[in-house]
């Protein structure tokens, strides 16, 4: 081989090593909903609660935009102020809530509603406001992983949302577009936009998910790190 295309090979190839993966790439990015995630719904009556085929309709909330459909949360009243809910894809745990203590506990093990309480649930608070029960997460986060292009919801560090849950698009070099399917039907069509350079999650009202938008910050106080 030529001298000086093996020296240009060489040279090429210390200038790569050297050079490595852009400074701010991550893995996972986390966007932090602490304090701004939480699950509501209505109480029954004690006659619709009575009533086998009536459902209560419960969503997820994240910076007041809705991540569950209204049959994601299956709900039982288990006394005059307490509540048993799991999410449908849980088998083995519920959780039991009370308006009274304002305390939410975890079940495990044992079938759903069987049981009254369980261990205590921390960073979890409940509260009522006329007839409408609030489930409040100190500790709630998206995270995003930047090398799948995949995104999961948890609460207190337990998944509930997984990768399954979400659409991801990676439009540009660290920019990811998020939503749940069931955003991107007429006359709800929105979806989040994440800019990793910038730090900041906006929100794209109406917008193509894989093409050019106009997009609003989402000024929620939503603190954001890459690792």
């Known amino acids: ?43 029954p009556t ?8 009536f459902s209560v309709v419960a969503s997820l909330y994240a910076a007041n935009y809705g991540l569950t459909l209204n049959n994601e949360w299956p709900i039982k009243k288990l006394g005059t102020d307490t509540y048993a809910i799991r999410h449908v894809n849980w088998n083995d745990h519920y959780w039991v809530i009370s308006k009274s203590s304002g305390r939410a506990s975890l079940v495990e093990r044992q079938p759903f509603a069987s049981v009254k309480d369980g261990s205590a649930l921390q960073g979890v608070s409940v509260w009522n406001r006329g007839g409408v029960l609030n489930i409040d997460f100190q500790s709630a986060r998206l ?19 997984g990768e399954g849950a979400w659409e991801v698009a990676n439009p540009s070099y660290g920019v990811y577009r998020i939503r749940r399917s069931f955003w991107g039907r007429p006359g709800t069509n929105f979806f989040w936009e994440y800019d990793s350079h910038a730090g900041e999650l906006y929100i794209v009202q109406g917008g193509q998910f894989n093409g050019p938008t106009d997009k609003n910050r989402l000024r929620m106080g939503i603190r954001n790190e890459c690792k």
Do not use: K, W, Y
Request: proline share 4%; net charge negative.
């Open 1 to 43: 081989m030529d001298t000086f295309i093996r020296t240009c090979i060489i040279a090429a190839s210390f200038l790569c090593a050297l050079s490595g993966p852009p400074a701010n790439a991550a893995d996972v990015c986390s966007l932090n909903f602490d304090g701004n995630s939480r699950i509501v719904f209505e109480e």
């Open 46 to 53: 004690d006659a619709q609660a009575a009533n086998p085929s």
């Open 143 to 161: 995270d995003i992983n930047t090398v799948r292009s995949t995104a999961s919801f948890l609460i207190n560090g337990q998944t509930i949302l």
